[in-house]
T-cell receptor
Framework: NAGVTQTPKFQVLKTGQSMTLQCAQDMNHNSMYWYRQDPGMGLRLIYYSASEGTTDKGEVPNGYNVSRLNKREFSLRLESAAPSQTSVYFC?????????????FGQGTRLTVV | DAKTTQPPSMDCAEGRAANLPCNHSTISGNEYVYWYRQIHSQGPQYIIHGLKNNETNEMASLIITEDRKSSTLILPHATLRDTAVYYCIVKRSQGNLIFGKGTKLSVKP
């Protein structure tokens, strides 16, 4: 099983450029999440989607937009990248937000904004 | 969701039990204790979770105090591959996983 797949794995952007981080899961999960992790820090929740067709802000949503394209895919868009958005981005999925089950994480996208 | 407090780092000898503490003194009755770990900047990996009772699975044991204000994750026979950052998270059923800084566990030969 592939689990949660993120693309790309690495990306370098210039300030002001835009890009979309892709995430897909093959576990038929309802809920999906985007986190960022800065050096020496824990993960911070950017946006989440409790179910197909819904999205909600997390702790640090500014500068980002998301799209839950279908049940499998949840993308994160940076419209105008800033150096402060240099980070490692993790996508995750779980059966349902309200259920007490484990979340599965992708391997991350390492983004550098210069 | 209640906050958690963990030591920033711990060492453990290979083959010995690793006991990782977590304080969650403001936990509510409907909040669960979750443990995840992150090995060398990979995506976090679920370990175990519990509400009141002690829990055990193939990876670890979770001991929750009777007043639920603290818990301990036990890795019974730590190996070098258990070197990771361990996150203790308190979460309501409807809540999201909110990560702190965790405990960096170093397993030494």
């Amino acid at each position: 099983n592939a689990g949660v797949t993120q693309t790309p794995k690495f990306q370098v952007l210039k300030t002001g450029q835009s890009m979309t981080l892709q995430c897909a899961q093959d576990m038929n999960h309802n809920s999906m999440y985007w986190y960022r992790q800065d050096p020496g820090m824990g993960l911070r929740l950017i946006y989440y989607s409790a179910s197909e067709g819904t999205t909600d802000k997390g702790e640090v949503p500014n500068g980002y937009n998301v799209s839950r394209l279908n049940k499998r895919e949840f993308s994160l868009r940076l419209e105008s990248a800033a150096p402060s958005q240099t980070s490692v981005y993790f996508c995750a999925s779980s059966p349902r937000t309200e259920m007490n089950t484990e979340a599965f994480f992708g391997q991350g996208t390492r983004l550098t904004v210069v | 969701d209640a906050k958690t407090t963990q030591p920033p780092s711990m060492d453990c000898a290979e083959g010995r039990a690793a006991n990782l503490p977590c304080n969650h003194s403001t936990i509510s009755g409907n909040e669960y204790v979750y443990w995840y770990r992150q090995i060398h900047s990979q995506g976090p990996q679920y370990i175990i979770h519990g509400l009141k009772n002690n829990e055990t699975n193939e990876m670890a044991s979770l001991i929750i105090t009777e007043d639920r204000k603290s818990s301990t994750l036990i890795l019974p026979h730590a190996t070098l591959r258990d070197t990771a950052v361990y996150y203790c998270i308190v979460k309501r059923s409807q809540g999201n996983l909110i990560f702190g800084k965790g405990t960096k566990l170093s397993v030494k030969p």
